[in-house]
């Protein structure tokens, strides 16, 4: 193939990956703007809070390590990267640590779902 015809494919194919979502792990405050609000942003943290009514579902997005205090709980069906998915019930009051994770969310349950989630950064 001549090069003036490859160009634009490769220009298309690599707009079509960017734009995908996968390209890159979504912050989680700009993939779901009407569900996740950022509260605090620091040095060390980053404090987002989450309001999930039942049947709603969050996009794809990535979190670093985090602790997550649930305000109101409820079932949750979390789905990983990879395709998998493990339902789990949210319990009010719970503190959760979690590791580094691409997800995303959706409340299978009958009540809304209010989380305050706390994003650790590297500090050095």
Same mark, same amino acid.
């Given at each position: ?9 490769? =220009? ?7 734009? #995908? @979502?996968? $390209?890159?792990?979504? !912050?989680?405050?700009?993939? *779901?703007?009407? =569900?996740? +609000?950022? %509260?605090? !942003?620091?040095? *060390?943290? %980053? ?7 039942? @049947?709603?579902?969050? +996009?794809?997005? /990535? ?11 409820? %079932?949750? %069906?979390?789905?990983? $990267? !990879? @395709?998998? /998915?493990? !339902? #789990? &019930?949210?319990?009010? @009051? ?11 969310? &959706?409340?299978?349950?009958? #009540?809304?779902? +209010?989380?305050?989630? =706390?994003?650790?950064? *590297?500090?050095?």
């Amino acid at each position: 193939m001549k090069a003036h015809v490859l160009l634009p494919i490769a =220009t298309f194919a690599l707009l079509a990956l960017l734009t #995908s @979502g996968a $390209a890159f792990a979504q !912050d989680a405050a700009i993939a *779901n703007p009407t =569900t996740v +609000h950022v %509260r605090l !942003d620091n040095l *060390n943290v %980053r404090v987002l809070e989450s309001v999930l009514k039942p @049947g709603q579902k969050e +996009h794809v997005h /990535s979190h670093p390590a985090c602790i997550i205090y649930v305000i109101s709980g409820g %079932r949750v %069906r979390s789905h990983t $990267a !990879d @395709g998998k /998915s493990v !339902d #789990s &019930e949210l319990i009010t @009051g719970a503190t959760i640590y979690r590791e580094p994770t691409t997800h995303w969310t &959706e409340n299978i349950g009958t #009540s809304p779902i +209010h989380l305050i989630v =706390t994003e650790l950064k *590297n500090s050095k």
